[in-house]
Antibody
């Protein structure tokens, strides 16, 4: 069955860089796209970016200058790196499969990891 | 970015009630809207895609409707396991954006 699992440090100091890994099973990254989505405590969801099945990436313009998403298809892993972290980056970080049909009519997140909580604090 | 406004932010209802949650987009999103359910401490779960298509495995008491800027998620008969926060998400315009959520609790 399809599983996604996030991993990474629970605590990051302000101004430092966050590195997270999403390990995927049951899906091939060369035919599936994976997004990162975050949720500050008690708040809503923010789409951060996507790595497409062809390896291309797109980012939310609000954080584009700080964010990088990459992958290792041989290990079925997707990576998130975000620099210059601030306290407002404290959030649960999820990776999710982004299913998009060719014509773009259907586009949704149908498989999610359980999330990893990241706290930005000194 | 398209803003998604959900109402109410908190809804209290009784088991068996018909419940309606609203989601309003800041511009026409042409039915490119999904609904997710998030239970406490869990990841969101896809309920409805493309306004009114039920995701596999989701009970038929959930349904979606709408067009233009106004969309609705309906639970025909509320069950205790439906206690959760519900989010709408548009994908008509880049970037995908979510509403702030409606928290559904039992009365």
């Amino acid at each position: 069955q399809v599983q996604l699992k996030e991993s990474g440090p629970g605590l990051v100091q302000p101004s430092q860089t966050l590195s997270l890994t999403c390990t995927v099973s049951g899906l091939s990254l060369t035919s599936n796209s994976v997004s990162w989505i975050r949720q500050p405590p008690g708040k809503g969801l923010e789409w951060m970016g996507v790595i497409w099945s062809n390896g291309g990436t797109d980012y939310n313009s609000a954080i584009k200058s700080r964010l990088s998403i990459s992958r290792d298809t041989s290990k079925s892993q997707v990576f998130l790196k975000m620099n210059s972290l601030q306290t407002e980056d404290t959030a649960m970080y999820f990776c999710a499969r982004k299913r998009v049909t060719t014509e773009g009519i259907l586009d949704y997140f149908d498989y999610w990891g359980q999330g990893v909580m990241v706290t930005v604090s000194s | 970015d398209i803003q998604m406004t959900q109402s109410p932010s908190l809804l209290s209802a009784s088991v068996g009630d018909r419940v309606t949650l609203s989601c309003k987009a800041s511009q026409n999103i042409y039915k490119y809207l999904n609904w997710y359910q998030q239970k406490l401490g869990e990841a969101p779960k896809l309920l409805i895609y493309y306004t009114n298509s039920l995701q596999t495995g989701i009970p038929s008491r959930f349904s979606g409707s709408g067009s233009g800027t106004d969309y609705t998620l309906t639970i025909s008969s509320l069950q205790p396991e439906d206690v959760a926060t519900y989010f709408c998400q548009q994908y008509n315009s880049w970037p995908d954006t979510f509403g702030a959520g409606t928290k559904l609790e039992l009365k």
